[in-house]
Every structure is written in structure tokens, then in C-alpha cells.
């Protein structure tokens, strides 16, 4: 955790050194079974995940952290383009670089836009060089060669040990307020947030289902999770409905105040994407190799999920798009499988649907939070309805509990009991339920914050950047509250609201001590990395993106 006490003159700033220390490694391997060489490959993945790798090394602690994808085909266009990117050094030519034989037959394009490989692995699959082996999180990849398999393995080896030795000597830190340590909150193991926000219905009457899901979408984005962090799935386009009274927009309030759509949106599925094998597989991970980083739940063993779903749906089970259903026993199986595969390490699952509280009953796995907005055999009900729109715009379970979380900051100490007490039949209109058997921690001890808001790690110190306090960086968020919408609507203009950092503690972080060994360590492997190729340029610029961000929060908080 970072020290209270520190000089305001200076910041540490860490470099990357690893990408994994917040997501795991992917691998991918497209592979032949009529390779030698391929096959070889395999085992030798295969066998780095379950026996210490290298083998015979005792300096090797176990096996290696990472998520491999086996394919038995050739990489597509934009696999190619991404795989071309990271090797060491431009190639002569595409023919080189993927093909082991040149027969007059065989004929590839040097325009990799506009032609795949795909075609000649159907007709000859000698032709290629197998196996083509990629790690997607570090920018590597090895065309037929094992030394370059191996070399991979090896990168993730000397990273993974890197941290453990960090973590064993206490230099790693996060950038959770002072205010916020060494009091209720995060879990030791948890370094950061992810979001899944699903809205199963379709069609125009289904309305309020969209801005359920959008709603939890603006309160996630405000309380600091990033859009790389949440996967928002839409089954409909509601704000480009023809019927729609506000075209390109979607309002949670009869005032229509706030457009939860906007232009800051980031849906990830859409339309007939949002199926219940699309929801099954982004949750347990097993997606194909060509499925973009943007749509992949990319959460680790230090990861709280905050899952959301709203649709309709009865006795344990919730429909998607009115064509399929997805049961409670799928939900309980999907999360076994994500506990397993070491996915999360807190999951808050909540679910606004008719009798919504069975959707958690089968659920088994540990470190579960579950809440629901009705019991078995009771209705879920909608909260408002816009003579504008024509139709029901939210649901009353979740406008009460974003109502509740307009009053919740980045910075806030509110807990999980203090959201789950003001559930209010009164209010609500049905018997909205938690379940917290399977939970570890107090409910009084588990910060909202702890899945709804956003958590910055930082890592090794290993420079220092001068900066100088300046009091005009300090800005306020202009923004519309929720309530401000649904209870005003006598009011044109969006409400400017103050910094909610303002009346919080602040502190600053102190510099970390480092011991000269580690050091050496981490510099030597940042030489190597920095030699390798193409794609280390690319993740450094995202490192020094990383350390403005967290300037800025400094400054503002």
C-alpha cells in the first residue's frame, strides 16, 4: 500500500515492465496436427501450464500464468497484419516470412489486406511454416521455430518471476486513496475492476431494459472503470428507433435530461451478437482466437467482476432477445468456470428481472455477491414512463440504486450493507434480495467503490519525474446528476456539480525503496525488451499515457 507521508515536490512514476500484472498472458498457437514441429510446440505449451517450466530448473517457481488458444487453421487478414507487427525485423516478403515451399501452384499476394493465408493451409498444408505461435499481451510472435516458442515461455518466466520477487519485497503499490487504506475496502488480492453489463431484451417497448444497462454504464464510467474495462452488451439499437422521440438518445427520466447514449458510448456487442453462447464464452474465456481484445474479458485471479443483466425473465431464467433463455444453472456453471480458471478474484452478480432473486440460487463458487429485484413468483416492475418516449423508460430496482449511487464519489466509504439497507418494498414494489453465504468479507467492510469504482495500479519505481504543484490544475466535473433528472424536470440545463475530491483526505505517494538487485534486474529486462522488436515503442508510449493519468489524479485529488 502507498505511504500516507511524502514530499508534494516529487512523484514516482513507475515504467512497465509486464504487461500481466494486470491481465494474463493470451498465446495463441495455430497449429497442424501434420507438423512434427507443430506438435511439438503444443506439448510444450500444454506442459508449461501444469509442470514448472523450464523443466529441471529449480529457479523456476511452478508452472507459467497464461491463457493458451490452440487453432488447427492459418492466422485471418488481421491476425497476419498484428503477427507481421510484432517479429523482430521486417522479412523480404509475406512468402518468406509464413511459407516453408514455393510450388508453382501457390501464389500469396504481398497485400495482406487483401488475401489470407487460409487458403493455401486447405489445399497445402505443407506449404506453411507451423507453428505460428503469438502472445497477443506482449507483442511477440515465432513463425516455425521453436527457439522462438521457447523464447516466448521464457519472457513470461523471467516477468512472472520479476513480480513475485517485487511483491516479496513490498514494492509494488496502488493508487487507492489514503483515505481509503488500512480501513473497510479492497481484499489484499484485488488490483482492479471490471464491468459486464448486459441488457437482453429487444425490440421499442423493451426500452427501459437498454437504459437500465446504460444507466449502470455511466455510474461504472464516472466512478473510474474504464471503457477497456467494461463490456457492454446491447441487445437493441433503441436510440435509433424510428420511433423514438429523441433520435440518437436514450433517457432514464420523464425530464429527459441526461442522454445516457451520447457520444461516449462503447458497445461492444450489439444487436444479434448479445446470445447466450456470446455471454457464456466472454465470461469463461473460451473465445476464438480472432475475437478482438475489445471484446474479451481480460480479468485475472486480482480481478473484481461487477456482472449486471436485466431483461425479462421467471423462475431461473432469463431470456435473450426474446429467441432463447439462459438458465441459473448456466450463470452457477459459467462462474465455476471462471473461479477455476482463475478469473476473479470478488464477483458482484446482480441481476433486474421478474423473479430475479432465483437466477443466484444454484450459484456455488466462492467470493460470490449476489442481489436480485424480486422473489420467486413476484413481478419486477418499471419505474416511470415518458409521454415523450410513449413507453416505460427505467425499471424501479435500478433507478433506486443509481439514484443511490449519485451520491457516491471515487473517494467514497460507503459499503456494500449501506446500498443493500435501502432496499424498500415501499419504493421498489418488490423484495429485492441479497445472498452473501458464499462471500468472504463483511458486507459493513466491502466498499461500493470495491466494484463500482475504478483502481490504478502502479508498479516498480523505477524513476522519478519532478512535478510541481499547481493549483490551477485542479479542475471540477461538469455533470447532470441522476436524481437531478428524474426528480427536476422543471429544469432546462444540466447541473454542474463540484469536485467530489474536495472535502476528501489528500496525500500524496512517497518514493519506494527499491533494492539495488531488483533494480538490475527490471533495467536489464527492459534492455532486452526494448531490442526485441517493434512493438515494445508502442507499449512504452502507452506507459507514459499510463503516467500523465495518474499525474493528473494526483493533481486533482
Not at 510450388?103 to 497445402?124: F, G, H, K, M, W
Amino acid at each position: 500500500m502507498r505511504p500516507k507521508d511524502c514530499p508534494c515536490d516529487y512523484l514516482p512514476i513507475t515504467q512497465m515492465f509486464k504487461s500481466f500484472l494486470q491481465t494474463r498472458p493470451i498465446i495463441s498457437i495455430f497449429h497442424h496436427p501434420s507438423s512434427v514441429l507443430s506438435r511439438r510446440a503444443v506439448d510444450l505449451l500444454r506442459s508449461a501450464l501444469i509442470n514448472p517450466y523450464p523443466p529441471g530448473n529449480d529457479q523456476g517457481k511452478g508452472p507459467l500464468e497464461f491463457d493458451l488458444e490452440i487453432t488447427e487453421s492459418a492466422p485471418n487478414k488481421d491476425q497476419v497484419k498484428t503477427i507481421l507487427s510484432y517479429l523482430p525485423s521486417p522479412s523480404a516478403s509475406l512468402s518468406s516470412t509464413f511459407l516453408s515451399a514455393h510450388p508453382s501452384s501457390v501464389n500469396i499476394s504481398e497485400d495482406v489486406s487483401s488475401q489470407t493465408l487460409s487458403e493455401i493451409a486447405r489445399s497445402n498444408p505443407g506449404a506453411l511454416k507451423w507453428p505460428i505461435v503469438v502472445d497477443w499481451n506482449n507483442g511477440r510472435a515465432s513463425i516455425g521455430n521453436m527457439d522462438g516458442v521457447k523464447k516466448i515461455l521464457d519472457e513470461i518466466r523471467e516477468a512472472q518471476n520479476l513480480l513475485a520477487h517485487a511483491q516479496e519485497k513490498g514494492v509494488f503499490y496502488d493508487e487507492t486513496p489514503a483515505s481509503q487504506q488500512n480501513v473497510k475496502g479492497t481484499s489484499l488480492n484485488h488490483t482492479n475492476n471490471w464491468a459486464v453489463l448486459v441488457s437482453a431484451s429487444r425490440y421499442w417497448f423493451n426500452y427501459r431494459h437498454m437504459s437500465n444497462a446504460l444507466g449502470m454504464y455511466r455510474t461504472v464510467k464516472r466512478l473510474g472503470i474504464p471503457d477497456s474495462n467494461i463490456i457492454l452488451m446491447l441487445a437493441d439499437d433503441t436510440a435509433c428507433n424510428a420511433r423514438n422521440h429523441f433520435p440518437g438518445a436514450v433517457y432514464a427520466g420523464a425530464g429527459a435530461k441526461i442522454d445516457l447514449y451520447g457520444d461516449n458510448i462503447e458497445v461492444d456487442y450489439r444487436g444479434y451478437e448479445v446470445t447466450v453462447e456470446n455471454f457464456i464464452r466472454l465470461l469463461t474465456g473460451r473465445m476464438d482466437a480472432s475475437v478482438p481484445r475489445s471484446k474479451r474479458l481480460l480479468t485475472d485471479a486480482r480481478s473484481n467482476v461487477f456482472v449486471y443483466m436485466t431483461g425479462h425473465g421467471g423462475n431461473e431464467f432469463l431470456k435473450f432477445q426474446d429467441n432463447e433463455e439462459i438458465s441459473a444453472f448456466d450463470i452457477a456453471d459459467a462462474f465455476e468456470q471462471m473461479w477455476q480458471k482463475k478469473r476473479y478474484n470478488e464477483l458482484l452478480f446482480m441481476v433486474d428481472t421478474c423473479q430475479a432473486n432465483t437466477m443466484y440460487s444454484k450459484i456455488y463458487s466462492p467470493n460470490v455477491l449476489a442481489t436480485g429485484s424480486s422473489e420467486l413468483g413476484e413481478n419486477s416492475y418499471s419505474y416511470e414512463n415518458s409521454f415523450d418516449v410513449g413507453v416505460a423508460v427505467i425499471d424501479s430496482f435500478t433507478h433506486h440504486i443509481l439514484q443511490y449511487m449519485e451520491g457516491i464519489n471515487k473517494t467514497s466509504h460507503a459499503c456494500m450493507q449501506d446500498l443493500f439497507s435501502t432496499y424498500d418494498y415501499r419504493t421498489i414494489k418488490s423484495h429485492a434480495g441479497v445472498r452473501s453465504d458464499l462471500f468472504p468479507r463483511s458486507l459493513t467492510e466491502t466498499l461500493i467503490t470495491d466494484f463500482f469504482g475504478g483502481v490504478s495500479q502502479v508498479g516498480l519505481v523505477d524513476s522519478e519525474i519532478e512535478a510541481e504543484m499547481d493549483p490551477s490544475a485542479q479542475s471540477t466535473a461538469s455533470s447532470s446528476s441522476y436524481q437531478d433528472q428524474v426528480n427536476n424536470s422543471e429544469i432546462n440545463a444540466q447541473k454542474s456539480k463540484s469536485n467530489p475530491h474536495e472535502d476528501e483526505d489528500r496525500s500524496h505517494p512517497s518514493d519506494v525503496n527499491v533494492d539495488h538487485e531488483l533494480r538490475t534486474a527490471i533495467q536489464r529486462s527492459l534492455d532486452k525488451r526494448q531490442e526485441g522488436g517493434k512493438a515494445w515503442p508502442i507499449r512504452e508510449s502507452a506507459a507514459l499515457l499510463l503516467i500523465s493519468a495518474l499525474v493528473g489524479w494526483v493533481f486533482i485529488s
